[in-house]
């Protein structure tokens, strides 16, 4: 966690080539599992759990993804037999410094040049983006606003032109990175879907980074929870456990109903995911929404029920608390997932 | 994601659905939609007429075993069924209580003779019970129940008066928590009595809601008489079969009860479109997350329902406190969304619309049938192992 690449690579080497976690969502005609979104929700909520620090997230369920959603057999070919051997690792660089979740937000551009793409511009945000084997890139061709003309490009991360640099945060346990691109080319068969259909695809792919987030987000809150409880039965004031008092009982039982409630929300999306549901979108936003709300709630609440020694650098709370805090903006906060909630219930 | 349906249970949905369909669009087709929340106390001889019509074509207490008169339903048989009620704008049911705690209570803890006596009127709807548990200084301490029973002679002799009986007025029986012995500690002193609702010894006084309407009523007892044998689960065992009692609540009624809060929640939102608060951005939000509860509200009875075993899961735990607080937040935006014209009733005197009635009582969700505090308590000691405060 503290080292600068963010992870611990013996970690990653067992995961994904001895667990061959990295391999259970590709399809078996690239080496994978072929295993549904739905069978990788319960290994996301333990991550979150963990706060498991490593490009897992980044690799699967945006890489990946992103890949599966919009790549050609050749591109896929390429890529996906890497990704399930955990022996490339891979990223998707949308969002820039403007802070913005929608197509506006992509202001690099790209031009044509010959057959391939000349890539300029500064993306930021991006998970594991330092270290990333594999960038996936949206820019938009010059000229051009809105989703309309905006494209995505597989770039290596050693591209010339490519300088990338870690992005210091208060959460420790996910390395975001700058990446900026100082006229960088790229063949044509660098262009991943069909041209200027590019942020539906990033959206697309947003949607699942999302409902992978939210199960990593009811984990995470539950161990917040574990956390408060555990706590609440051993630590003893005025001679008894304060877990007897209905001030501690209270707030431990509305994690509890939150906690269920997220799981859910984000079990439901899983369930979309697999099966190219139209509801998808809304169940993704729904899932986004609630389960950033209940862990930041836990995490929140495990600090106030572990008193004292809940605000130290000591105890774990605070790295619930500030990775809550970084997963409730990621891909758009709450506020935003409500607005798209709205939108798609007509209103 | 749904509930996963063999074809015997689709064939059930369809059976029960062509059967609601044609009596309550037919004989009974003035009751639909009546007895609802806030309307509980409107139609009463009709919605009897209307349960022992039910008890004869066999739609009474269709979860329990055949020999007893039910159907054998399993929890996901009746979930259906209970969805395609609320479809088809079933009225209120004011069996309801004998249906779902007086008879598993018998069938749990009772003798073959009270079970033979009892069960088959509340099977064909010729028996309406009320449930006789919170007295003025018993409320969330339930344990603390001062209505006191004396044996004289064969009979038992009531004194005391219990409080928040729902559907006292209209009901044959009801079963009373009584103390039998001062002297033991106030859990072990009590007797589940059956007492007849139609003697000298009883008063009944209805209880006027907020909205108006009065669901619930005060019993005065006062030298009111049981029969000797009439006591479920041996005499000052009581408080074990009332906590029994409220663990039979598995969640059937789950999602009819959800498919009233869409209908609830789709007014919400034309009356947003109506009066143009759908364009703000604050009501935007406070929709969706509304929206957004009632999905997770489905999705968390499924779970439950889906749930194999006899122990209450935690979504069972959390579920009254989850729905209760989700109905009474959707009155509050129901009403906020209105904005001045949430003030206007229907007519005069005092005529509420249907919004402003569940908007009213939604306020008794978050107390009846254990209140969000007590709830909290169990899902606190049941649910996460948390010690007991002292008591």
């Given at each position: ?347 | ?60 207490c269709?979860g329990w075993p055949?020999?007893l008169?039910g ?31 007086l008879g598993p209570t018998l069938i749990h803890f009772g003798?073959?003779?009270q079970q033979?006596?009892?069960l ?128 039979f ?143």
């Amino acid at each position: 966690m503290e080292t600068e690449q963010g992870y611990d690579s013996a970690t990653w080497e067992q995961l994904s080539e001895e667990l061959a976690w990295t391999a259970l969502t590709i399809p078996e005609d690239y080496g994978g599992l072929g295993m549904s979104y739905l069978d990788l929700h319960p290994l996301m909520e333990e991550m979150g759990r963990a706060l498991l620090c490593s490009p897992f997230f980044s690799t699967i369920c945006l890489g990946a993804n992103a890949l599966l959603l919009g790549g050609g057999d050749a591109q896929k070919e390429q890529h996906l037999p890497g990704i399930a051997a955990g022996e490339t690792t891979a990223t998707l660089a949308y969002a820039e410094k403007n802070n913005r979740t929608d197509a506006e937000g992509v202001e690099a551009t790209y031009s044509r040049n010959g057959s391939g793409y000349i890539l300029r511009g500064d993306k930021s945000y991006v998970i594991d983006g330092h270290t990333a084997d594999l960038l996936i890139v949206a820019a938009r061709l010059e000229n051009s606003d809105g989703a309309e003309g905006v494209s995505l490009f597989l770039v290596p991360g050693d591209a010339e032109g490519v300088k990338r640099a870690w992005l210091p945060t208060m959460d420790q346990t996910r390395r975001l990175a700058t990446v900026e691109l100082g006229d960088v080319a790229v063949a044509a068969d660098a262009l991943l879907g069909e041209e200027g259909r590019g942020w539906d695809l990033c959206e697309r792919t947003l949607d699942l980074a999302r409902i992978a987030l939210a199960a990593e987000q009811v984990g995470a809150a539950e161990r917040c929870l574990d956390m408060s409880v555990e706590y609440a039965k051993v630590r003893k004031q005025f001679g008894r456990p304060i877990g007897s008092f209905q001030a501690i009982k209270h707030k431990c039982a509305d994690m509890l109903m939150m906690v269920e409630s997220a799981r859910s929300a984000a079990f439901y999306a899983s369930a979309l995911a697999g099966q190219g549901e139209p509801d998808l979108e809304e169940a993704a936003s729904s899932a986004k929404a609630f389960c950033s709300d209940t862990f930041f709630h836990c995490a929140a609440e495990n600090i106030q029920i572990h008193g004292g020694i809940g605000f130290t650098w000591e105890h774990a709370a605070h790295m619930y608390f500030k990775r809550a805090k970084a997963a409730e903006a990621l891909f758009g906060a709450p506020s935003f997932h409500r607005e798209r909630v709205a939108k798609r219930m007509g209103l | 994601m749904e509930l996963q349906l063999t074809k015997e249970e689709e064939a059930f949905r369809q059976e029960a659905r062509a059967w609601l369909q044609e009596q309550l669009n037919g004989p009974f087709k003035d009751l639909r939609g009546r007895g609802a929340s806030g309307d509980q106390d409107t139609y009463i001889e009709e919605r009897i007429a209307w349960g022992k019509t039910m008890g004869a074509a066999g739609w009474n207490c269709i979860g329990w075993p055949k020999e007893l008169g039910g159907r054998g339903c399993t929890i996901k048989e009746e979930a259906v069924f209970n969805e395609e009620y609320v479809r088809a704008n079933g009225p209120g049911n004011v069996g309801h209580i004998g249906e779902t705690l007086l008879g598993p209570t018998l069938i749990h803890f009772g003798s073959p003779e009270q079970q033979k006596r009892f069960l088959p009127p509340i099977v064909s709807g010729e028996e309406i019970w009320c449930q006789g548990y919170s007295e003025p200084g018993a409320g969330s301490d339930l344990a603390n129940v001062q209505t006191k029973a004396t044996l004289v002679g064969d009979e038992w002799v009531i004194e005391g008066q219990k409080i928040w009986t729902s559907g006292a007025q209209y009901s044959d029986w009801c079963f009373v928590l009584c103390r039998t012995d001062s002297e033991a500690p106030k859990h072990r002193g009590i007797s589940y009595i059956l007492v007849p609702m139609r003697q000298e010894g009883i008063e009944v006084r209805p209880i006027k809601q907020m909205g108006g309407s009065s669901e619930f009523a005060e019993v005065f007892f006062d030298g009111a008489k049981a029969h000797e044998d009439h006591v479920v689960g041996g005499i000052n065992n009581g408080w074990k079969v009332a906590m029994g009692t409220l663990a039979f609540e598995r969640g059937a009624s789950t999602l009819g009860q959800q498919y009233l809060f869409q209908k609830e929640f789709e007014q919400v939102v034309a009356v947003a479109k109506r009066t143009g608060a759908a364009n703000d951005p604050i009501f935007r939000q406070r929709i969706a997350d509304a929206g957004i509860g009632l999905k997770i509200m489905r999705v968390n009875a499924l779970r439950m329902l889906e749930h194999e075993g006899a122990d209450l899961n935690r979504e069972a735990l959390i579920s009254k406190l989850y729905w209760s607080n989700w109905h009474r937040d959707l009155g509050k935006l129901a009403m906020d969304l209105l904005g001045p014209e949430a003030e206007l009733l229907e007519g005069a005197p005092y005529e509420l619309t249907g919004m402003q009635k569940w908007y009213l009582f939604a306020r008794a969700d978050t107390i009846y049938a254990g209140s969000n505090q007590v709830q909290r308590n169990i899902i606190g000691e049941r649910g996460l192992g948390l010690p007991k405060e002292p008591r």
